[in-house]
């Protein structure tokens, strides 16, 4: 999506070098998700004692709340080599083969969006993941033979955004996955607080507390507002102050609660065209003209923890705040007469 919106993933090389430059380096650096950093340390400690590589870690929640960071973040705290990779660029088995045979002992092998990898190799990987092997199969038809092959002892890390797409033998075989959490105003707060500093930007502290209460609980977007204000106080010539924030985030179409474009299209076709729900995910995403998984995964988490929006068994139905936000009137729901048969 690159509409100019301040959603995390036109990843131009600006953007890239940009987050290089912000990613906390240890997990004394990274703020908030207080849960998931004992349980990370506990874990890496364990295994520096027992001086043999960590247990495999699936990182899940949805984009920019840190996945990538704590996996550089892994490795650099167990002092270990990091090599990276993503699902989708693991299209065979072959390509996993070839990936998991080039391991250094102890490396740790980052798998990005692990739930877009092929099944083919996803097989593969249960075998490695638990014995430190893979079976290469070689020739075709009645004459096709398995080769055995020990790999490097190495730790997984997968991050996805779908937790919920991974077959139950993968997830099984990690030995512990973080769920990260959307990120507080206050925690964001730090986020920022660090950032301007790295920057090098003066922000006062009621503009910094603004753009956290806007960022959508995601550290990647705070950042990324961050740079928007500091354009905007560039250009004009103002100090980076509540003024500027404003006026910056209305440009990029970010409202109060934070919820941008997408957000507020989905939330609208809900109420307008469908009479506040239940609304089915596939409607949904026909509807807007997005991806369901992109809905699933990146829209909807946000729009149910702001309460705007609950999941039902029958579908998505916006909760009376979801109407109040959108200044429009609560329709009572209307009851198909069929439902009733002739008692009406
Ligand atoms: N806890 C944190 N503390 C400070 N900065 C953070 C934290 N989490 C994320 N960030 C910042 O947000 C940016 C995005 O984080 P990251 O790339 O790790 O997200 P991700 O979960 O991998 O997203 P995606 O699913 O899109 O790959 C990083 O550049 C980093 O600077
Ligand atoms: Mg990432």
């Known amino acids: 999506?690159?509409?100019?919106?301040?959603?995390?993933?036109a990843e131009s090389e600006a953007e890239l070098a940009f987050e290089g430059a912000l990613r906390p380096k240890s997990l004394a650096e990274f703020v908030g998700q207080r849960k998931v950093r004992g349980q990370l340390q506990l874990l890496l400690q364990a295994a520096s004692m027992q001086n043999r590589t960590p247990d495999h870690i699936l990182l899940a929640g949805p984009p920019g709340l840190g996945k990538t960071t704590l996996a550089m973040i892994v490795a650099h705290e167990s002092g270990r080599p990091l090599r990276m990779t993503s699902g989708p660029a693991i299209q065979h088995?072959?390509?996993?083969?070839?990936?998991?045979?080039?391991?250094?002992?102890?490396?740790?092998?980052?798998?990005?969006?692990?739930?877009r990898m092929a099944r083919s190799a996803e097989e593969m990987l249960y075998l490695a993941m638990e014995d430190f092997r893979i079976d290469i199969m070689v020739g075709k038809g009645a004459g096709a033979?398995?080769?055995?092959?020990?790999?490097?002892p190495f730790t997984l890390v997968g991050a996805t955004t779908r937790a919920g797409l991974l077959p139950n033998p993968l997830r099984d075989r990690f030995g512990f996955t973080a769920h990260l959490e959307f990120y507080e105003t206050a925690e964001l707060e730090q986020v920022l607080d660090r950032a301007a500093a790295l920057l090098d930007l003066e922000v006062d502290s009621s503009a910094l507390?603004?753009?956290?209460?806007?960022?959508?609980?995601?550290?990647?977007i705070a950042n990324r507002l961050l740079?928007?204000?500091?354009?905007?106080?560039l250009v004009h010539r103002t100090s980076a102050g509540l003024e500027a924030v404003d006026a910056a985030l209305e440009l990029y179409d970010v409202d109060g609660l934070g919820l941008d474009r997408l957000d507020r299209a989905v939330m609208q076709c809900i109420l307008t065209r469908f009479d506040?729900?239940?609304?089915?995910?596939?409607?949904?995403?026909?509807?807007?003209?997005?991806?369901?998984?992109?809905?699933e995964s990146v829209v909807e988490p946000f729009l149910v923890r702001t309460g705007l929006l609950t999941r039902t068994p029958r579908g998505r139905v916006a909760t009376p705040s979801g109407w109040e936000h959108f200044g429009l009137a609560r329709r009572e729901a209307s009851v198909p007469a069929a439902l009733f048969g002739d008692r009406l």
Do not use: K, W
């Open 209 to 220: 507390s603004m753009i956290a209460g806007r960022s959508r609980g995601t550290p990647r």
């Open 93 to 115: 088995a072959g390509d996993l083969a070839a990936v998991l045979s080039a391991l250094v002992p102890g490396e740790i092998l980052f798998v990005d969006e692990i739930h």
């Open 276 to 295: 506040g729900g239940p609304v089915g995910l596939n409607t949904l995403a026909v509807s807007v003209g997005e991806e369901a998984e992109t809905i």
């Open 145 to 152: 033979t398995s080769i055995p092959l020990d790999l490097a």
């Open 227 to 233: 740079r928007r204000v500091r354009d905007y106080a």
């Open 1 to 9: 999506m690159s509409d100019g919106s301040i959603r995390p993933d």
